[in-house]
């Protein structure tokens, strides 16, 4: 079973500029989602997306946007980029979209982006 | 909405001893999960231990045990024998299971360092 990979693992962009994160799920899971954790911070859900549609997002701006490909990997862009956008990108993967009283929802975290904007 | 508070300052245990990680939640969903997560250095998030809002007994998971008071709206991680290796950064997390989508809603996470 292969895990999340993402890719690149660090990156460093000055302000304006657009970035974009790549994401490829484990295997047998049609969900992913995207969290951006500034330092010292939990994790703040940006947007999900189950089967190659967006399906709930965060507090974030339209200038965040994603995208999910037939075999369930995703990017994720940010265009503009600023300071505050400094952060570690986290994606997760999971089964399922929604629902699910029980277990066999947990969702896997890939080793994450870290992004860097001066 | 989903609200988890992790207060504790940085936590410190002696090898081998137990450690308890506080959490407390408040939602209004009447359905949800519980989840722990360890974050060390290297930044990846591990999955630890789920918890059900239904569920009759509280998970365990190796060393990992979820101490879950619904009523109090709690649901501390107990770490028995703790290693070395335990020192890391540590997330409760819930999400709803109305809604249209999986959204993991995390506390501040809690520091905790395993003394030698």
């Known amino acids: 079973e292969t895990g999340v990979t993402q890719s690149p693992t660090h990156l460093i962009k000055t302000r304006g500029q657009q970035v974009t994160l790549r994401c490829s799920s484990q295997?047998?899971?049609?969900?992913v989602s995207w969290y951006q954790q500034a330092l010292g911070q939990g994790p703040q859900f940006i947007f999900q997306y189950y089967r190659e549609e967006e399906n709930g997002r965060g507090n974030f701006p339209p200038r965040f946007s994603g995208l999910q490909f037939p075999n369930y990997s995703s990017e994720l862009n940010v265009n503009a980029l600023e300071l505050d956008d400094s952060a570690l990108y986290l994606c997760?993967?999971?089964?399922?979209?929604?629902?699910?009283?029980?277990?066999?929802?947990?969702?896997?975290f890939g080793p994450g982006t870290r992004l860097t904007v001066l | 909405a989903q609200k988890i508070t992790q207060t504790q300052p940085g936590m410190f245990v002696q090898e081998k001893e137990a450690v308890t990680l506080d959490c407390t939640y408040d939602?209004?969903?009447?359905?949800?999960?519980l989840f722990w997560y360890k974050q060390p250095s290297s930044g990846e998030m591990i999955f630890l231990i789920y918890?059900?809002?239904?569920?009759?007994q509280n998970a365990t998971e190796g060393r990992y045990s979820l101490n879950f008071q619904k009523a109090r709206k709690s649901a501390n991680l107990v770490i028995s024998a703790s290693q070395l290796g335990d020192s890391a950064m540590y997330f409760c997390a819930m999400r709803p299971f109305t809604g249209a989508n999986s959204k993991l809603t995390f506390g501040k996470g809690i520091t905790l360092s395993v003394r030698p």
């Open positions: 997760a993967s999971s089964l399922g979209g929604s629902g699910g009283p029980s277990r066999g929802h947990e969702q896997f």
């Open positions: 918890q059900g809002s239904y569920d009759q």
């Open positions: 939602t209004s969903d009447p359905s949800y999960g």
């Open positions: 295997s047998g899971h049609n969900t």
